[in-house]
């Protein structure tokens, strides 16, 4: 039987697995069902797609059993698995919500994969309303980093509205391989040594790269302008403390050109504007519940470093640290601490080479790691007070039996020490967000997504004021035939329900939030 061994970031995700802390990362896609479908379209799909006993991969990979599995552990490619335990149908009581829908996916992101099998899992989610449903696919951080699972994914899904029958994602064939990788042999501690021991060399060499991103970090710490971020620098606070199993998951959905768009008129980057977002809905998020640390909060930004073309399975990420300005009341100058701390970060990264990288990843993170391992995390001071990644995917539609994808939430992981986790997922001409985190650690903690919301359109008013006014002129003569009462009430929405500082108007908070427009994307309940 042939097998893999994982690197040290891969096994890493296995080592510091817990019952309250489940390595596992996904997404949640919604679809639109066609008009012409039958109504037990979704049936059908979990029919046929149950008859593919055959499974390529990654998809076949299981942890192999032995004394050396903790020290060494390897992946096992299986010739069949039970696609009955790995694809499952589950249904909301329709019409389902999209409350419904992420109160399902908080409850089945919370329990822990079974590693005794290959460590994924789909769910066909039917009974959406508007003729739509959802899958749900659940993958252990240890087989694939998000970057790796969405190209899989897209290349399993259909470009065209047309194709039926295309076999599911598990049973597609990856692609060929030029030569047979090394590690692809049998099974032996002999061959780890041999393969750490050249893994050390690497590393000796690239000492001089990684010392000169130390004196970066060193020298932007004595200029005080927060031009980058630095490990344990961020302040202690309530997104890092210890964590219990529960979830609570919600999204929210944007147009990426118009992101695009804000970035050019502001002369930063997409991510740049997807951090200050981020950040000011925290900042909100954090004086609501009287949380805020006076000292600026952090973010651990997972960088893909997999080359291009390259689809390897495995993790091929390290991170940057950036300040989140969090003490800063102005937008405007919060995304300018921003942009001017992830650009000081990247350019010192990339001065160093691909051995240079595992390097200063694994100093970065081993003292994390070490904190999970030993159960201090949670208890000491972070490394960073939050993740958060902003993923690339497919710029085309995708459908599964004519069935087009209307979006993808990304699920992630949070930890003792990260009890919440911001991924985002680029797909067509959208971004969705997903905000997961502990249940009993953060409180309402879905009001982040609004935060979100009204962040974004405190962005366009300074950056995009013309566009604003154009909008807000067009509503005007799309009411000007209805009644007074009905022109009042738009014009209420309009408003920004926040202070210039950037805190909520707690007289009006409740009033505000329930005139949001809901998200579109899973909400769960508070």
């Keep these: 039987m042939k097998t893999k061994r994982l690197n040290l970031v891969d096994a890493a995700w296995l080592n ?20 012409d479908a039958p109504a037990n379209f979704c049936q059908q799909v979990y029919d046929e797609w149950r008859t593919h006993s055959e499974v390529e991969r990654p998809w076949n990979q299981r942890l192999r059993q032995g004394r050396f599995r903790s020290v060494s552990p390897e992946w096992e490619m ?111 501690l002999y061959r780890a040594t041999a393969q750490l021991i050249n893994d050390t060399k690497d590393q000796v060499t690239s000492l001089a790269g990684f010392a000169g991103v130390v004196r970066d970090m060193l020298s932007a710490a004595r ?53 200050t977002i981020c950040a000011t809905a925290l900042r909100r998020y954090l004086i609501g519940i009287d949380a805020l640390p006076v000292k600026p909060l952090t973010a651990g930004i997972p960088v893909a ?36 701390s992830t ?32 159960g201090m995390a949670g208890r000491t001071r972070p490394v960073f007070n939050v993740t958060v990644s902003n993923l690339p995917g497919p710029r085309r539609p995708l459908y599964v039996n004519g069935a087009k994808m209307e979006a993808f939430y990304p699920t992630s992981l949070v930890t003792h020490g990260q009890a919440l986790n911001i991924t985002v997922h680029g797909y067509a001409d959208t971004l969705g967000f997903g905000f997961i985190g502990c249940r009993d650690s953060l409180p309402s903690m879905q009001n982040l997504a609004v935060y979100a919301g009204e962040a974004l359109a405190e962005l366009k008013s300074i950056y995009q004021p013309q566009q604003i006014n154009q909008a807000v002129q067009s509503k005007k003569s799309q009411a000007a035939g209805k009644t007074a009462k009905t022109s009042g009430t738009t014009s209420a929405k309009s408003r920004s329900p926040s202070n210039k500082d950037g805190s909520p108007k707690k007289a009006t908070a409740k009033k505000r939030v329930r005139k949001q427009p809901a998200a579109r994307g899973p909400q769960t309940d508070s």
Excluded at 111 to 137: K, S, T, V
Excluded at 238 to 255: E, F, K, M
Excluded at 312 to 334: M, Q, V, W
Aim: glycine share 6%; net charge neutral.
């Design 78 to 188: 299986l010739d069949e698995i039970d696609v009955d335990y790995h694809f499952r149908h589950s249904a909301l009581a329709a019409p389902g919500g999209e409350l419904e829908l992420g109160a399902l996916t908080s409850r089945l992101h919370s329990h822990p994969i079974d590693l005794e099998r290959p460590p994924w899992e789909c769910h066909l989610i039917e009974g959406l309303a508007g003729r739509r449903f959802a899958m749900y696919l659940k993958i252990h951080h240890s087989l694939l980093d998000g970057v790796a699972g969405m190209r899989l994914l897209a290349r399993a899904l259909a470009t065209d509205p047309d194709e039926r029958g295309r076999p599911p994602f598990w049973a597609i064939e990856p692609k060929k391989r030029k030569r047979r990788a090394p590690e692809e042999q049998q099974a032996g």
């Design 16 to 35: 510091v697995e817990t019952a309250n802390a489940p390595m596992q990362v996904g997404g949640l896609l919604t679809f639109q069902i066609p008009d």
């Design 343 to 374: 650009r000081s970060a990247k350019a010192s990264l990339e001065k160093l080479s691909a051995s240079a990288i595992t390097q200063y990843t694994v100093a970065l993170m081993a003292p994390y790691v070490l904190s999970l391992v030993t």
């Design 305 to 340: 470093v997999r080359p291009s073309g390259n689809d390897e399975h495995g993790n091929a990420i390290t991170f940057i640290i950036s300040t989140l300005a969090t003490h800063e009341p102005d937008i405007r100058k919060r995304l300018e601490i921003i942009s001017s």
């Design 223 to 275: 200029s005080g302008h927060h031009a980058m971020g630095l490990p344990f620098a961020a302040p202690s606070s309530v997104l890092n403390g210890r964590i219990d199993a529960t979830r609570r998951y919600a999204t929210q959905l944007y147009s990426l050109s118009e992101l695009k768009q804000l970035a050019r008129d502001a002369g930063v980057t997409v991510n740049d504007i997807v951090l």
